[in-house]
């Protein structure tokens, strides 16, 4: 079945008017209205389309004609996002996602779906991404890296070859991960921070993460490093 590109935003804050302008003027599809949940509903329209209380979302817009992109960020450590996500997904809509033409994403790079790729972002080879991951503006992810799902990567990260970073984990601007570095499910890396070690689940790693290793000079000495 040909997916369709009748789309519907979730959101709508400063990550859903932004979604709007890439979706609408750099992508196959037509943005046709917003849903929230109605308790935050406190406008009918956004930009002339209709906004539309969530709960009676396929009353509005049938899930076999429209297909959907949650767009908001990292509320909840991307639970809410990754929530309405899920709902929305098993109400029968189609899940979209957005990749700038001015990313760079290697043609075999397995990205999984409702991905948001900002423009200038790097995607290297052999690199696996999970589902419902947004990377912003400037991103880099190296080769061989692997991002879990449902996770938000902020703008000028950079997650470097080999390494991963588990699900439900969110990135800060400027944040490094250092190549082989795995860092594990529900961790925030502040804005700017060096992760130079591991990172166990459900940590705050603010500036430089190392932990204290013993290295011989030898090895600082070898072919490996002089090269």
Known sequence: MEKPT?????GTGAFAQVAYEYFTHDSEYEVVGFAVDRKYIDE?????????????????????????????TY???????????EQTKALGYRAASYVSPEAFVWKNVDLGEHCFVFEKAVIQPFASVGDNVIFWSGCFIGHHSRIGSNCFVAAHSAI????????????????????????????????????????????????????????????????????
């Open 75 to 85: 509320f909840g450590l991307n639970k809410v996002r990754t929530r309405l996500y």
């Open 6 to 10: 009748r789309l519907i935003l979730i």
């Open 160 to 227: 470097n070859g080999t390494a991963s970073v588990g699900a439900f984990s969110f990135l800060g601007s400027n944040s490094i991960i250092a190549n082989h570095v795995n860092v594990a499910d529900n961790c925030i890396i502040s804005a700017g921070s060096h992760v130079m070690s591991d990172v166990d689940e459900n940590q705050v790693v603010l500036g430089t993460w190392r932990k204290k290793t013993i290295t011989s000079t030898s090895r600082l000495n070898s072919e490996f490093f002089l090269e």
């Open 44 to 72: 009918s329209e956004l930009f002339g389309l209709p906004v539309v209380a969530y709960e009676d979302l396929a009353e509005h817009f049938a899930p076999k004609d429209h297909c959907f992109f949650v767009a908001i």
